[in-house]
């Protein structure tokens, strides 16, 4: 049995958003897991990162949040609502976050969710080694993370050569930054397109796909972003010359060799599915 934390954002009860929510819950509690659930708008989670968050500050002159974050997480000084979720989330062997893609990006709810409970000293700065545990390793390493969203729009939007630009680019920065930045291994993510309009028929196609996504929760591979201390950034900051010259951008940072050598084997040594096989 894992445990596995749901943090999902909308505030609409029957929204795709929240059937997903309700879906991954119960695919994962039928296997056995148990389950902890973070329902920001039902939990009216308070959004901003402000100067509230640190009731008792290190210093009284200038708000700084690094220096207040780190010294309410290292004194045990933060609010009670930001405890509890990194409590949650530190006894959680995977993340799901569910949400609807507004402006291209997750709602700000949620993004205020992982502005106050990323504490620095926990999920940046950790062990007080400043940059040396990042992307690969820190505080979350070991856990799994996965996005399911919902996006209004249809999917030729968001594919490669899509006006809205492809959507694994579009979520970057959440997939490699908000979470394999503390050292999560992210799976690809899951979305459903056209949810503004979907039907019963889209919607049950989804739930099905959806259900068996979770399900392997534990099993498919991640993403294979480039961890920062396993060579390919030798100062810790920039690619190597020699590593994927011929890219650049956000795609240089995903080791696409591993995904080439399991093409080729499969080509060489093709695999029947199981569907396949049946009559």
């Known amino acids: 049995m894992q445990k596995v934390l749901i943090v999902h954002a909308h505030p609409e009860p029957t929204s795709v958003t929240s059937q997903l929510a309700e879906i991954a819950s119960e695919t994962l509690k039928a296997q056995g897991h148990e389950v902890m659930r973070s329902d920001l708008y039902g939990m009216g989670w308070k959004a901003v990162f402000d100067g509230r968050d640190f009731p008792v500050r290190a210093n009284q002159e200038r ?8 010294h309410a997480f290292a004194k045990g000084l933060q609010t009670p609502d930001v405890e509890e979720e990194q409590r949650k989330i530190l006894a959680a062997d995977a993340v799901i976050l569910v949400f609807p893609l507004w402006w291209f990006s997750m709602p700000a709810i949620m993004k205020g969710w992982i502005d106050r409970v990323w504490a620095f000293g ?6 007080g080694a400043g940059n040396t545990y990042r992307y690969g390793e820190g505080g979350f390493a070991g856990k799994r993370a996965m996005l399911g969203v919902s996006v209004g729009g249809p999917a030729q939007d968001y594919s490669a050569r899509g006006i809205n630009g492809p959507l694994d680019q579009l979520l970057f920065p959440i997939t490699h930054g908000t979470l394999f930045f ?3 291994q992210v799976l690809p993510t899951f979305a459903v397109y056209g949810a503004g309009s979907i039907d019963a028929e889209g919607m049950a196609a989804a739930e099905a796909a959806w259900r068996s996504r ?3 929760l534990f099993d498919d591979a991640p993403l294979a972003f480039r961890p920062q201390n396993g060579g390919d950034y030798p100062d810790r900051h920039v690619l190597a010359d020699h590593v994927a010259p011929h890219l650049s951008g956000l795609v240089a940072h995903i080791d696409h060799e591993p995904a080439e050598k399991k093409k080729a084997a499969e080509a060489a040594f093709p695999v029947q599915r199981e569907e396949e096989l049946s009559p």
């Open 122 to 127: 926990l999920a940046y700065g950790f062990e």
């Open 63 to 70: 708000l700084s949040f690094i220096d207040e974050s780190g």
């Open 182 to 184: 503390p050292g999560m």
């Open 214 to 216: 979770v399900e392997r």
